[in-house]
């Protein structure tokens, strides 16, 4: 079945330039460079053919922006630099307020007929924003599916509604239930070497691991010369101190240079208790490596508790003297990870891009 889409963009002028944003996103806005953009977004309002959309876009393309169009929309010269326009399914919409007006309904403007009669309503509405005007050089259609394309890996076109295809997706059960180790390497398995491949070189000297086994020193490929200490919970092969992370008393102060907190703090019942400890073990100077899953299934093990999200975690670690946060993840590998998808069924383009607003990992490096 051939693909259809819809627009889904948010367009707002800042100092005569034209940029699309994303709402309540952390997402950095895009520029608009381009007169054929903003044709396309408009066409595909309406539209959702990719066809039907380039035989518009052929019709209107060269044609001069009717009277009609430019009387109408004159009204609203004086407000659309403090606009938001908002373009969805058969809706071309000003919000004079902002985002302010999508919550209170207040100064909204709704375009959509216009639009659909003339394809002309964007055009004319950011007329004095910087756009170089490039339409002439779409010439045939593969020029301007190239150019759907583009905006579609952009987010500003989507799937129309009712063409998405869920395929293997849409089912009640995951993929894999044990985090995608029947299929291969979990998702968070993959950012957690990354992460840990930026660290190594800065984990040294007195190590304490807490809810670490004695495999990981190798796993880690720390220093064969560093001294290596393991806390859990439980007693066991390799575990050097048993106690529960919440008790500062299992610890001398100041006694380790370094300590990893891996996949555990998302299992503490109150992990700013554990790292203030953790502030108190470390020497002055010295570094703390942990690392949370923010997007993977509940794993008891014996409980979960916490999800933090990146801001949250740089609250938490707020007291140490410098922080770095490292944040991976994007809208596929948060599902990857759900699911029970593994890495070997990603491509390294897939795993490496990153979307502020869906995190799978979140790590940080906190020095005391």
Not at 184 to 202: A, S
Request: with cysteine; net charge negative.
């Amino acid at each position: 079945m051939a693909k259809s889409y819809v627009s889904t963009a948010w367009l707002q002028v800042q100092d005569s330039k034209l940029f699309t944003i994303f709402a309540w996103s952390q997402r950095q806005a895009e520029l608009i460079p381009a007169k054929s953009w903003l044709t396309v977004l408009e066409i595909f309002v309406h539209e959702h053919s990719l066809v039907e959309a380039y035989q518009i876009f052929q019709e209107n393309r060269l044609a001069p922006i009717a009277e009609k169009v430019m009387h109408e929309l004159s009204q609203y010269e004086d407000i659309i630099e403090d606009s938001i326009v908002l373009l969805a399914d058969k809706t071309l919409t000003i919000f004079g307020k902002g985002f302010r007006s999508f919550i209170e309904k207040d100064l909204q403007f709704e375009l959509g007929s216009l639009s659909q009669e003339t394809y002309q309503v964007l055009l004319q509405l950011f007329s004095k924003s910087e756009l170089e005007d490039d339409r002439d050089s779409i010439k045939n259609i593969d020029d301007f599916t190239k150019l759907v394309e583009q905006l579609e890996k952009l987010g500003l076109l989507s799937p129309a509604k009712g063409s998405i295809d869920w395929g293997d997706l849409k089912k009640t059960v995951p993929i894999c239930q044990a985090f995608g180790l029947t299929r291969g390497t979990p998702v968070d398995r993959y950012y957690l070497r990354k992460f840990i491949e930026e660290i190594q070189p800065q984990v040294v000297g007195n190590i304490l691991e807490v809810g670490g086994t004695p495999k990981d020193k190798d796993f880690y490929q720390l220093n064969a010369s560093a001294s290596y200490q393991i806390l859990n919970l439980e007693p066991g092969p390799g575990v050097d101190i048993q106690g529960d992370v919440h008790d500062s008393s299992i610890v001398e102060p100041e006694s380790f240079d370094s300590v990893i907190i891996f996949n555990v703090l998302e299992h503490c019942y109150a992990p700013w208790i554990a790292i203030e400890n953790i502030y108190n073990w470390l020497k002055i100077g010295g570094k703390c490596f942990a690392m949370v899953p923010s997007a993977i299934r509940v794993h008891a093990t014996p409980v979960d508790y916490w999800r933090p999200l990146p801001d949250a975690f740089a609250w938490l670690f707020r007291k140490f003297s410098q922080t770095k946060l490292y944040v991976y993840g994007n809208p596929i590998t948060v599902i990857a990870s759900y699911h029970g998808i593994a890495v070997e069924e990603l491509t390294t383009e897939e795993l490496d891009a990153f979307h502020p607003d869906y995190p799978v990992a979140t790590c940080i490096v906190a020095e005391k």
